[in-house]
């Protein structure tokens, strides 16, 4: 590792969880963020800023007006830009010496395998439950850890699963049937501040599971009433009857 880099990541490589030999995992390693709004921009941001040596940034919209209360990696001038480059273009300047990679169509049932393939982690930071089933059955299928933030209203939610170890329960236990579709961002309201509270325990936890440090959250499902300032904590039991993982 250069002196620039350990001065860079210095604060964490200070951890004894990190280390020099974390970071370098860390630096070789391969992240998908699957969105690129509210959650996912600390999600990348955090990431980002860490170190994760190639970042995959999937979304297919342009950045709006209304996004900007809650989407913090884009500005007033990123308006009209698709997202992936306004998000690179912010990444870059946080950390130039990380790969970026940014996939600006809809991804397909394939697109989306071949990009999985490719990812230590996934981090699901999309807004509709088609989606997020989609991204859900593909991980299950390629063992690939993923990380699944929500957040409406004044309520979020994290939930991970660690499908390099264990192969249930998934996302679609959660959700038996096709899931309320009603929760997507444009139709409802959210808060700004909640998504990033959620999005950076997303990235928390996607380090967590590439460094193999501290307690799995896998299988279970957190959530955060913002109004209450209340946290629960709560086990996933897996769906015998899951159409996924079943
Ligand atoms: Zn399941």
Same mark, same amino acid.
């Given at each position: 590792?250069?002196?620039?880099?350990?001065?860079?990541?210095?604060?964490?490589?200070?951890?004894?969880?990190?280390?020099?030999?974390?970071?370098?995992?860390?630096?070789?390693?391969?992240? #998908?963020?699957?969105?690129? !709004?509210?959650? !996912?921009?600390?999600?990348?941001?955090?990431?980002?800023?860490?170190?994760?040596?190639?970042?995959?940034?999937?979304?297919?919209?342009?950045?709006?007006?209304? &996004?900007?209360?809650?989407?913090?990696?884009?500005?007033?001038?990123?308006?009209?830009?698709?997202?992936?480059?306004?998000?690179?273009?912010?990444?870059?300047?946080? &950390?130039?010496?990380?790969?970026?990679?940014?996939?600006?169509?809809?991804?397909?049932?394939?697109?989306?395998?071949?990009?999985?393939? #490719?990812?230590?982690?996934?981090?699901?930071?999309?807004?509709?439950?088609?989606?997020?089933? #989609?991204?859900?059955?593909?991980?299950?299928?390629?063992?690939?850890?993923?990380?699944?933030?929500?957040?409406?209203?004044?309520? !979020?939610?994290?939930?991970?699963?660690?499908?390099?170890?264990?192969?249930?329960?998934?996302?679609?236990?959660?959700?038996?049937?096709?899931?309320?579709?009603?929760?997507?961002?444009?139709?409802?309201?959210?808060?700004?501040?909640?998504?990033?509270?959620?999005?950076?325990?997303?990235?928390?936890?996607?380090?967590?599971?590439? #460094?193999?440090?501290?307690?799995?959250?896998?299988?279970?499902?957190?959530?955060?009433?913002?109004?209450?300032?209340?946290?629960?904590?709560?086990?996933?039991?897996?769906?015998?009857?899951?159409?996924?993982?079943?």
């Amino acid at each position: 590792m250069q002196d620039e880099q350990l001065l860079r990541y210095s604060r964490q490589i200070f951890l004894p969880e990190v280390d020099v030999g974390g970071q370098q995992v860390l630096l070789n390693s391969r992240i #998908l963020v699957l969105g690129l !709004g509210g959650l !996912g921009s600390p999600v990348a941001m955090y990431l980002a800023s860490s170190g994760v040596g190639t970042i995959t940034l999937a979304d297919f919209d342009d950045v709006d007006l209304s &996004n900007l209360q809650r989407q913090i990696m884009h500005g007033t001038s990123d308006v009209g830009s698709p997202k992936t480059v306004s998000a690179a273009k912010r990444l870059r300047e946080m &950390n130039p010496e990380i790969e970026l990679i940014e996939l600006s169509e809809k991804l397909n049932e394939q697109s989306l395998r071949a990009q999985v393939k #490719l990812a230590n982690v996934v981090l699901d930071c999309t807004d509709n439950f088609t989606s997020r089933f #989609l991204i859900n059955s593909v991980c299950l299928e390629q063992k690939t850890p993923l990380v699944s933030g929500a957040a409406v209203g004044f309520s !979020g939610q994290l939930a991970v699963f660690d499908f390099f170890k264990f192969s249930a329960p998934c996302y679609q236990c959660l959700y038996p049937a096709e899931g309320p579709d009603a929760d997507h961002c444009s139709d409802t309201g959210v808060v700004g501040p909640l998504v990033g509270v959620i999005g950076s325990l997303q990235a928390l936890e996607a380090l967590k599971i590439i #460094l193999d440090i501290g307690q799995s959250f896998a299988a279970k499902l957190l959530l955060f009433d913002a109004l209450d300032g209340r946290w629960h904590n709560v086990s996933i039991p897996a769906d015998p009857d899951c159409p996924v993982c079943g």
